[in-house]
């Protein structure tokens, strides 16, 4: 899938922060990123206000861009929120959401398979986000949709790293299966039941994500 040169670089920027790279507390210069990836300021300004509405980064008045890194009690509890908006849109979509919509359900599926037979996680997570996107949309319910997302973009860093971890891919798509077959059932309890395990951090996907956020740390 193409993408704009700001998420490109936002990505990268990502992994600069999750490796160690940049941390913690560390400004971001945006002059010394344009050079460092060749590109003028403008895409680098972009890629920082992503990473700023998502929380990566915190952006001071006057003072410049910041590296943030949620610690785990505050992940765990962005994460809880997170399971439970999205199994409260999968409860409203199994009993609103139209045919042609759970056929769109199904194209994005087939492309998040695609993704997964690649084993490109960046792909997958492009077509994850819009596979949610439509659940949101669905569950009838603008503010729950605009909440949905607007917690989507918090987490996105963090969720995407979560499918780097071995074999949750192949568990991600089995979980989407399971979250589709609900939805084209109706089965309200079900889709909220299955996407709630799909998106919760608990167990080992906890202990996972933030062994990768202590490593940056070091």
């Known amino acids: 899938m193409d993408m704009k040169r700001s998420d490109i670089i936002a990505n990268q920027l990502e992994e600069l922060i999750f490796n160690g790279t ?3 507390g560390e400004r971001l ?9 060749d ?18 980064v915190e952006q001071l008045p006057r003072r410049g861009v910041f590296v943030r890194q949620p610690g785990p009690i505050e992940m765990m ?10 199994a409260t849109a999968a409860r409203f979509a199994a009993s ?11 194209a994005t599926n087939l492309k998040c398979s695609a993704a997964m037979e690649a084993k490109n996680t960046d792909d997958y997570y492009q077509v ?18 605009q909440e ?23 568990q991600s798509m089995q979980e989407h299966e399971d979250i589709v077959s609900a939805l084209e059932a109706g089965d309200g309890a079900a889709a909220a039941e299955a996407i709630r395990g799909h998106v919760a951090v608990q167990g080992e996907k906890f202990h996972n994500l933030m062994a990768s956020l202590r490593t940056a740390a070091e």
């Open 96 to 106: 609103r959401m139209s045919d042609t919509a759970i056929q769109e359900l199904n």
């Open 128 to 145: 994850n986000e819009l596979f949610h996107a439509i659940i949101y949309r669905e569950a009838g319910n603008s503010f729950l949709e």
């Open 22 to 24: 940049f941390g913690d």
């Open 39 to 56: 590109v003028s300021r403008t895409p680098v300004r972009e890629a920082l206000l992503r990473l700023a509405q998502s929380g990566m």
């Open 77 to 86: 509890e962005m994460f809880e929120v997170m399971a439970e908006l999205e």
């Open 148 to 170: 949905c997302l607007r917690l989507q973009r918090r987490l996105s860093p963090f969720r995407r790293t979560q499918l780097r971890f071995r074999g949750r891919l192949k």
């Open 29 to 37: 210069d945006e002059v010394q990123l344009s050079e460092r990836f």
